[in-house]
């Protein structure tokens, strides 16, 4: 299971969603966190496939990390 954590310091902001999609493998399962400091505002998850991007909305405000969880089968799939 890779973990991929991006965090912006300093300061709060909303992550409205984004288009995401597989490079390699159908089927990949996507999870996106939000957090305040240790307090999670709100995670979604998403099946992801190489043919199509898809829309995954978030909607979390306020946050101050985002965190990106992806089951993909090679180590570095989900570089951000």
């Known amino acids: ?24 493998f159908d089927n990949n399962q996507l999870t996106v966190m939000g957090f305040y400091g240790k307090k999670l505002v709100g995670s979604v998850e998403m099946t992801l496939n190489r043919s199509n991007s898809q829309w995954l909305d978030a909607s979390f405000t306020n946050i101050d990390k985002l965190v990106f969880y992806t089951n993909s089968r090679t180590r570095n799939a989900c570089r951000l």
């Not at 954590?5 to 288009?19: C, H, I, M, V, Y």
């Open 1 to 24: 299971f890779n973990r991929v954590e991006q965090a912006l310091l300093k300061s709060t902001f909303d992550f409205e969603g984004a288009w995401f999609t597989s490079a390699w």
